[in-house]
């Protein structure tokens, strides 16, 4: 679910987009009613000339003036599935591949793996069922997190990265939200959820309130306030 520059609600899953105002579906676009690729959307994600993208496993579509443009070709030199996006400050796209951070800039596509410093992708061939995900951080830095291999955080120039031999206490990661001081909430599958201040780790689980300790995803407000979507828990 995102909300575009005119306050209109979007929201997404295995049927396509819908559109909504006042509470109200007033249009909803599909592979059959549209030129949408597939109904499958992960993630919405809208740039700065308020374009809005869509993250569809093997497809990247843009959404502009009324009409759905693949950009698949994006990707089409590899093998891989992308399962996030996010644009930094700049408007630079981030992609979250099951082959390692993708970083898209003037029509080009560089794809950083572990070779270059980045924690372990998901998989090797390109193809695999777990998450992975992108978020930006306040200075602008890119959170590269994997459900089984942990985190990296890429300043522009080097890889930190994160794990249960450093911190972490799963390295199952479903999500990442940020706050204002660019604390990081981690939500974790089995573990709850982290909190990453820049120099420790604060481990908040069903002893702490959490009405489960699998926490799916997780959201951070204007005010600071963080939600947490939990397996079995609400």
């Given at each position: 679910?995102?909300?575009?520059?005119?306050?209109?609600?979007?929201?997404?899953?295995?049927?396509?987009?819908?559109?909504?105002?006042?509470?109200?579906?007033?249009?909803?676009?599909?592979?059959?009613?549209?030129?949408?690729?597939?109904?499958?959307?992960?993630?919405?994600?809208?740039?700065?000339?308020?374009?809005?993208?869509?993250?569809?496993?093997?497809?990247?579509?843009?959404?502009?003036?009324?009409?759905?443009?693949?950009?698949?070709?994006?990707?089409?030199?590899?093998?891989?599935?992308?399962?996030?996006?996010?644009?930094?400050?700049?408007?630079?796209?981030?992609?979250?591949?099951?082959?390692?951070?993708?970083k898209y800039k003037n029509d080009?596509?560089?794809?950083?793996?572990?070779?270059?410093?980045?924690?372990?992708?998901?998989?090797?061939?390109?193809?695999?069922?777990?998450?992975?995900?992108?978020?930006?951080?306040?200075?602008?830095?890119?959170?590269?997190?994997?459900?089984?291999?942990?985190?990296?955080?890429?300043?522009?120039?080097?890889?930190?990265?994160?794990?249960?031999?450093?911190?972490?206490?799963?390295?199952?990661?479903?999500?990442?939200?940020?706050?204002?001081?660019?604390?990081?909430?981690?939500?974790?599958?089995?573990?709850?959820?982290?909190?990453?201040?820049?120099?420790?780790?604060?481990?908040?689980?069903?002893?702490?309130?959490?009405?489960?300790?699998?926490?799916?995803?997780?959201?951070?407000?204007?005010?600071?306030?963080?939600?947490?979507?939990?397996?079995?828990?609400?």
């Open positions: 679910i995102k909300i575009d520059k005119n306050g209109s609600l979007w929201a997404a899953g295995i049927n396509g987009i819908y559109k909504i105002e006042n509470g109200i579906i007033i249009a909803d676009f599909n592979s059959s009613n549209s030129n949408l690729p597939i109904n499958t959307v992960l993630d919405i994600e809208f740039d700065n000339d308020g374009s809005m993208w869509l993250c569809q496993n093997n497809f990247i579509t843009r959404f502009n003036d009324n009409k759905f443009e693949d950009y698949s070709h994006i990707i089409k030199d590899y093998k891989t599935q992308v399962k996030d996006i996010e644009f930094d400050n700049d408007g630079t796209m981030w992609l979250g591949t099951t082959i390692g951070l993708g080009s596509l560089t794809i950083f793996k572990e070779s270059d410093g980045l924690v372990r992708p998901l998989s090797t061939n390109g193809i695999a069922a777990e998450p992975c995900a992108v978020t930006i951080g306040k200075n602008n830095e890119v959170i590269y997190c994997t459900y089984g291999s942990g985190i990296s955080i890429f300043d522009g120039q080097k890889f930190t990265n994160f794990s249960t031999e450093n911190g972490l206490a799963n390295n199952k990661v479903e999500e990442i939200a940020v706050d204002s001081k660019n604390n990081y909430w981690i939500a974790l599958d089995g573990s709850g959820v982290q909190m990453y201040d820049g120099k420790e780790f604060k481990h908040y689980t069903m002893e702490n309130g959490l009405s489960s300790d699998e926490s799916y995803t997780i959201y951070v407000d204007d005010f600071d306030k963080v939600f947490v979507g939990t397996w079995h828990g609400g």
